[in-house]
């Protein structure tokens, strides 16, 4: 399987840019970026080219997401907002050319019911997947523990099924984060099991701690086989904290995975 370095959460001892050369050398496959749009995108364009590595995802702007608040795609009253960061995302994408753009669903916003917040997110989800569709790059959501992030709409596989139901665009898939069905009491096997056949994309980290595979309890080579017993042919994304300073230092699973895949 082909093996991405989330650079928002690797290689952090690194600038943003060099992380991406640091991520070659290390033997990742391609890099994704949680919010790569405070830099040019004609230099992330350069740096990508000159460590010869894709762009596999990249998140689609979250308003005030990142500040605790709801974010855009499930907020009815911030259509308008929505509507301009889908623009500025395209104009992006289309110069970055990711494979894939994630449109987080966000917060329930206070006073807002959360039927309608979900009608909102279906209906941006299926716009975002119409105009990236365009570009041929395709949209994943992905859902996220509430005990790490309270008030997130999305947090189990059933809540994605629903989305992936409510949307019903062939460029919409699913976003399956190991981490966040363990945090929650899920059993990531399960998980997998449950979206068979619509998973877009898969990021992890160890649970408890959110650290490198084998730094917690998730057995991970059971997780691998039942993506493969689904047919999953996409993208790991090591999504982790190190915790030691060198990311590489941290890197012991990867050997461990790669003999796998070459045995």
Not at 223 to 248: I, K
């Amino acid at each position: 399987m082909k093996l991405s370095a989330n650079l928002t959460m690797l290689f952090t001892e690194r600038p943003l840019l060099e992380r991406i050369v640091a991520a070659a050398a290390a033997g990742f496959d391609g890099v994704e970026i949680q919010f790569p749009y405070e830099v040019p995108a004609l230099r992330l364009k350069g740096e990508l080219e000159r460590a010869g590595l894709p762009l596999v995802l990249m998140n689609f702007p979250g308003g005030d997401f990142l500040a605790g608040g709801p974010g855009l795609a499930a907020v009815p009253a911030r259509q308008a907002a929505f509507d301009e960061a889908l623009e500025v995302a395209l104009t992006y994408a289309a110069m970055v050319r990711p494979q894939l753009v994630n449109v987080l669903p966000g917060r329930l916003a206070e006073g807002l019911d959360r039927e309608q917040a979900l009608d909102a997110l279906a209906g941006n989800v299926g716009k975002a997947a119409e105009a990236f569709g365009l570009l041929g790059i395709g949209v994943v959501s992905e859902a996220i523990n509430p005990l790490d992030m309270p008030g997130f709409l999305v947090n189990t596989p059933q809540h994605l099924q629903a989305l992936l139901a409510a949307v019903d665009h062939d460029n919409f898939r699913a976003q399956l984060d190991i981490y966040h069905m363990a945090r929650q009491g899920i059993d990531p096997v399960v998980a997998v099991q449950t979206l068979a056949g619509r998973i877009g994309h898969v990021q992890f980290a160890d649970c408890p701690g959110r650290g490198a595979p084998g730094k917690g309890s998730i057995d991970f080579t059971a997780v691998r086989n039942a993506l493969e017993s689904a047919a999953y042919r996409g993208w790991l994304g090591a999504e982790y904290r190190p915790e030691e300073s060198d990311t590489r230092a941290s890197l012991g699973w990867m050997t461990a995975w790669r003999s796998v895949d070459q045995g």
